[in-house]
């Protein structure tokens, strides 16, 4: 029903940045990011609701990322700034597209996700 398509993943190096973008096919109340490493389970990353009303950020990226979004556009945005090697990961686009009680870092929150984009940073 929605589907979002992530872009602008890459090879950066430490302390270097990134902006990730994430196009929607709808509107969607709340948008997410996440990350899963390899032989790590999925973490939440930033996510924003509608009109950027709300904006939340998990602890290991608050004051590097900056997650935004273009209600016009149906767009989210993650900008991502002194990455380091743990960073690394494939990030994935949340979306979901009306209220809910169901805690925003969880990823049962979400109905709809994106294909992944791979972000490597080297040392």
């Known amino acids: 029903q929605v589907q979002l398509v992530e872009s602008g993943g890459g090879l950066v190096q430490a302390g270097g940045s990134l902006r990730l973008s994430c196009a929607a096919s709808?509107?969607?109340?709340?948008m997410a990011w996440f990350r899963q490493a390899p032989g790590k389970e999925r973490e939440f990353v930033a996510a924003?609701?509608?009109?950027?009303?709300?904006?939340y950020y998990a602890d290991s990226v608050r004051g590097r990322y900056t997650i935004s979004r273009d209600d016009a556009k149906n767009t989210v945005y993650l900008q991502m700034n002194s990455l380091k090697p743990e960073d690394t990961a494939v990030y994935y686009c949340?979306?979901?597209?009306?209220?809910?009680?169901?805690?925003?870092?969880?990823?049962?929150?979400?109905?709809?996700w994106g294909q992944g984009t791979q972000v490597t940073v080297s040392s």
């Open positions: 949340a979306a979901r597209v009306s209220p809910t009680t169901v805690r925003i870092e969880r990823g049962t929150a979400y109905g709809y």
């Open positions: 709808g509107r969607s109340y709340r």
């Open positions: 924003i609701l509608w009109s950027g009303s709300s904006i």
